[in-house]
């Protein structure tokens, strides 16, 4: 069995986008309970330390629905076997603050790390509210202050770093997305570069587990790979059924990530210290390339056959 730098694993169970409540589009928020119980099940045979809770836990209505939702699914989640680490989808602070958020889960919800195993889990609870207006485009707007501690962190780390949060950074287009192919401003957020740049000032492998997008995904990038986690009731890739994904990610020195369901994948790789080589500017702009352009090219009819 693999091992992380000091001889120890973390694995952590993953569940994302529970969205209880009405069904919505093709969410099916209906089945959340029933699926919630078969997750502590799961919880409870899959040998892990802690569950991570990746956001979304409830479809947005109204206030007074919202917090009655969001209470029924605390509950559910305190009737887990281990113990839970909370991050805020944009659903759960659309009617709700986070001060309300910690209330009813009975945690706090601010920025935090964990050593677990040979691993630190960064948990990055970077503002996951969707702001909207009359005549601008809706978007998500992350303080500065939640990148800078991103970067302070990972240039700080001194052991593998997971990075949770609930909406990815990669800079992934999701082609064929049901919620974000035509709406791509919403699938992450207007800074992801500069998130993508924190990231780089780690000396330690990274690896980065998300949800929101309601698909499973691996996206490499400058060296550090990037997971997104199907949505437990989501039903868009599953043929009308809500998909019942339960994840569980397992840190050593190799990274085994398994999601199973009606939306299975598993995935094993080797996380490492080694970042890409800085991309070329434009062709047009590269010296070496603009010589060998301006060089006259011989016709292959004039080229010599001798």
Avoid at 42 to 52: D, T
Avoid at 152 to 163: K, W, Y
Avoid at 199 to 224: D, F, K, R
Wanted: aromatic share 6%; charged share 20%; hydrophobic share 40%.
């Amino acid at each position: 069995m693999d091992t992380s730098m000091n001889g120890t694993i973390a694995r952590l169970a993953v569940v994302t986008d529970v969205h209880y409540g009405p069904p919505v589009f093709t969410k099916r928020g209906e089945t959340a309970p029933a699926l919630m119980h078969d997750f502590a099940q799961f919880v409870a045979e899959a040998n892990v330390s802690h569950v991570l809770d990746l956001g979304d836990r409830i479809n947005d209505v109204d206030h007074a629905t919202d917090r009655s939702n969001m209470a029924e699914v605390a509950q559910m989640f305190r009737q887990l076997p281990k113990p839970c680490i909370h991050i805020n989808g944009n659903h759960d602070v659309d009617q709700l603050t986070v001060r309300e958020n910690e209330e009813l889960l009975g945690v706090p919800l601010g920025h935090e790390t964990l050593d677990i195993g040979g691993w630190r889990i960064v948990v990055w609870r970077v503002d996951s509210r969707i702001y909207r207006s009359e005549t601008n485009q809706s978007g998500f707007s992350p303080a500065e202050e939640d990148t800078v501690w991103l970067a302070r962190t990972l240039q700080n780390a001194d052991r593998p770093c997971l990075v949770i949060a609930h909406v990815p950074f990669s800079g992934r287009i999701f082609h064929e997305n049901y919620y974000f192919k035509h709406n791509p401003e919403i699938s992450t957020y207007p800074t992801s570069a500069r998130m993508r740049a924190a990231l780089q000032l780690a000396t330690v492998p990274v690896v980065v587990l998300t949800g929101h997008v309601h698909e499973n995904s691996v996206t490499t990038v400058g060296g550090i790979t990037h997971l997104t986690q199907q949505s437990l009731t989501e039903s868009f890739t599953t043929g009308g059924a809500p998909a019942a994904a339960m994840g569980v990610i397992e840190l050593g020195q190799t990274v085994t990530w398994t999601v199973v369901g009606r939306d299975p994948i598993q995935l094993t790789f080797t996380p490492t210290v080694t970042r890409w080589v800085p991309p070329l500017p434009c062709f047009t702009d590269t010296e070496e390339l603009r010589v060998r352009r301006d060089v006259p090219r011989v016709r292959p009819d004039e080229m010599s056959t001798h």
